[in-house]
């Protein structure tokens, strides 16, 4: 990365707006993928929880549903291969079995450099808030033990705030909404998956996209992302940059 491919970046989005710059008072943080290292649990757990009820789910391909709801994922793998939309119950059943892998297997491991970037954040006067389609029960526990005092709890999106998940806009739009930002240039996405970076792109945001997975930086970039980063480490690295590009308003 260089300073220059991000001033080029905020320039171009910022001509797109109309506006003279972005003006962060928040930054919206995913979360699997993006806060914690969580994304090969949750692929593995799909996979055999699919297989259990006679559906092809493969690891790679896990990665290109992450964001989806779990009744949107099971829906597109069941019309694929029966030809037919899924149950209510066979949705319920397949995602509890994902559940379950996902809890047996998945030990909480935090993403090198989430903390540092989060941190930095908020050192900068700016709002961290975390919009995920996730609904763990232990997630504010889990957040809080991970993330002392970082995220701003009450303004948090998550499984039960939205009705459609990301690659609708709703989980970002609804962060926008709870934290009170009016324009989406006072806010900005940070996100590791295509679907997301879709929901962060149609939400307006500026979308900052983190190359944690598999899939190649190219679809990342497709799905509508402003800038490109290969870990967290690297975002650690420039998030005061970008901070301090922001306009205080
Ligand atoms: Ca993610």
């Known amino acids: 990365m260089t300073p220059d491919i991000i001033k080029v970046a905020i320039n171009k989005y910022c001509q797109e707006k109309h506006i003279e710059g972005l003006s962060l008072k928040t930054?919206?943080?995913?979360?699997?993928?993006?806060?914690?290292?969580?994304?090969?649990?949750?692929?593995?757990?799909?996979?055999?929880?699919?297989?259990?009820?006679?559906?092809?789910?493969?690891?790679?391909?896990?990665?290109?549903?992450?964001?989806?709801?779990?009744?949107?994922?099971i829906g597109i793998v069941t019309r694929r291969q029966f030809n037919r939309e899924a149950t209510e119950e066979e949705c319920k059943a397949i995602y509890q079995r994902k559940s379950q892998y996902f809890n047996e297997i998945s030990e909480t491991k935090r993403m090198p450099f989430a903390y540092e970037t989060v941190k930095a954040v908020k050192e900068c006067?700016?709002?961290?808030?975390?919009?995920?389609?996730?609904?763990?029960?232990?997630?504010?526990?889990?957040?809080?033990?991970?993330?002392?005092?970082?995220?701003?709890?009450?303004?948090?999106?998550?499984?039960?705030?939205?009705?459609?998940?990301?690659?609708?806009?709703?989980p970002y739009l609804m962060g926008m909404k709870k934290s009170g930002i009016a324009h989406e240039w006072e806010t900005m996405v940070v996100e590791n998956a295509p679907l997301g970076i879709e929901a962060g792109h149609k939400s307006g945001c500026f979308v900052v996209a983190v190359n944690t997975g598999p899939l190649p930086d190219e679809m990342l970039m497709k799905a509508g992302a402003n800038l490109l980063f290969h870990s967290m480490k690297e975002l650690s690295e420039w998030i005061n940059y970008i901070s301090n590009l922001s306009l205080k308003l």
């Open 27 to 73: 930054v919206m943080f995913d979360m699997d993928g993006v806060l914690f290292d969580s994304m090969p649990y949750h692929a593995q757990s799909w996979h055999r929880a699919m297989a259990d009820f006679g559906l092809n789910l493969p690891v790679e391909e896990a990665f290109m549903h992450e964001g989806r709801t779990g009744a949107g994922t």
């Open 125 to 170: 006067g700016i709002v961290p808030i975390v919009v995920t389609g996730s609904g763990q029960a232990s997630l504010l526990g889990k957040l809080e033990r991970n993330f002392p005092g970082l995220f701003k709890s009450e303004w948090m999106v998550c499984a039960k705030d939205v009705k459609l998940g990301k690659p609708n806009p709703e």
